[in-house]
Each structure stands twice: as C-alpha cells, then as structure tokens.
C-alpha cells in the first residue's frame, strides 16, 4: 500500500496541468459508466489491487479528475455519440467515441451541440499502470 500512495502521488505532482479540472468524483456517474468497481466485483479489483501493490483505478480516476488539465469539448454526434475534445498539449481535437450500450445520451441529457468539459492527463513517463 506504501507504494501505490507515493504513486498516486506521483500522478499528483507530475500533472503539470495548466488549468487543473478541480472536479471531484461522483460516484453516481462512476456507477454508471463503471458498475464492476462496485459491489463484490469491485471489493475483489480492490483486494488484488492492493496484493499487487497497484493502485485502485477509482483512486486515479479520482485524481486525473482534481488534477488533470480541463479543456472545452463539444457533443458533435449523438448516433452515434462523438465528442471533439481539445487538448492544447497536443494541439489538436481529439474525436472520441463513446458506446451506445452506455447510454450517455440519454443519461446525461445530450444533444448535438451540448458543451462538456474533458479533463486530460498527461504524463511525462512512458510506464503504463
């Protein structure tokens, strides 16, 4: 567990986000797009998380969120769902597409046009947790 903190905070300091998202995690939201990290499935991702001295993806999904970098995006297409969402670090609008079995856009209330906000991440190494 010692571990899986510093790296959590690793993320932390590494952000480096220019205008960080500040957003706090709604577990609602989570339970939506994410059911297994809840419930006995989501107890057992969280026991071999820690076995394995890894961090629980709630938790960085959590602090991508508080310290990503936020950025404007835009619902383009709602069948199927596709977001532009920009990223100055790269300069460009990145085109993401979403699954309809999500059922985001009637969820979240979607129309083509809506305004979002993404909150990217970036990290300067090249290890994959």
């Given at each position: 567990?010692?571990?899986?903190?510093?790296?959590?905070?690793?993320?932390?300091?590494?952000?480096?986000?220019?205008?960080?998202?500040?957003?706090?995690?709604?577990?609602d939201h989570l339970r939506?797009?994410?059911?297994?990290?809840?419930?006995?499935?989501?107890?057992f991702l969280g026991v071999a998380a820690r076995y394995a001295d890894e961090p629980i993806e709630r938790d960085r999904i959590e602090r991508n969120l508080r310290c990503?970098?936020?950025r404007s995006a835009v619902v383009i297409s709602t069948s199927p769902l596709l977001i532009a969402a920009y990223t100055d670090e790269l300069d460009c609008v990145a085109m993401l597409r979403f699954q309809d079995s999500?059922?985001?856009?009637?969820?979240?209330?979607?129309?083509?046009?809506?305004?979002?906000?993404t909150v990217n991440y970036y990290s300067r190494s090249l290890e994959v947790h």
């Open positions: 567990m010692k571990n899986t903190e510093a790296f959590l905070k690793k993320i932390e300091a590494n952000s480096n986000a220019t205008t960080p998202g500040g957003i706090p995690l709604c577990l939506h797009l994410c059911p297994d990290f809840f419930g006995l499935q989501g107890y990503g970098d936020s999500l059922n985001l856009v009637d969820h979240f209330g979607l129309r083509k046009g809506s305004q979002l906000l």
